[in-house]
């Protein structure tokens, strides 16, 4: 059984930058797509960012067009950890980021419905 677990958010100014990070235990984590969502109140939970891989040891980043350029997911297989670098943060950034984890050939990386595993969610607040 794979459990993932969340850390870093806490509460940041616009503008400024916060690093969330996502422990993966169990499973085979090099194998599986990370990604990064996000779900703000009365709102459905939205995917943020993605890192796919493809081919030996050679993975792709996804982003959704209202973090790219701003948002940065990458993940160290030696830790089973994946992080999102977030810069120059709005308050339309504020969430509950959850981290998931998804089996080799699954669907599309961006619907939340084809991962497998879930973090509890960490709180990220932006204020103005």
């Known amino acids: 059984q794979v459990q993932l677990v969340e850390s870093g958010g806490g509460l940041v100014q616009a503008g400024g930058s916060l690093r969330v990070s996502c422990a993966a235990s169990?499973?085979?984590?090099?194998?599986?797509?990370m990604g990064w969502f996000r779900q703000a109140p009365g709102k459905e939970r939205d995917f943020v960012a993605a890192?796919?891989?493809?081919?030996?040891?050679?993975?792709?980043?996804y982003y959704a067009d209202s973090v790219k350029g701003r948002f940065t997911i990458s993940r160290d297989n030696g830790k089973n950890t994946v992080y999102l670098q977030m810069n120059t943060l709005k308050p339309e950034d504020t969430a509950i980021y959850y981290c998931?984890?998804?089996?080799?050939?699954?669907?599309?990386?961006?619907?939340?419905?084809?991962?497998?595993?879930w973090g509890q969610g960490t709180q990220v607040t932006v204020s103005s």
């Open positions: 998931a984890g998804q089996r080799y050939n699954s669907g599309s990386h961006f619907s939340p419905s084809t991962y497998s595993y």
């Open positions: 169990g499973g085979t984590f090099s194998s599986y797509t």
């Open positions: 890192i796919v891989p493809s081919g030996y040891r050679t993975y792709y980043a």
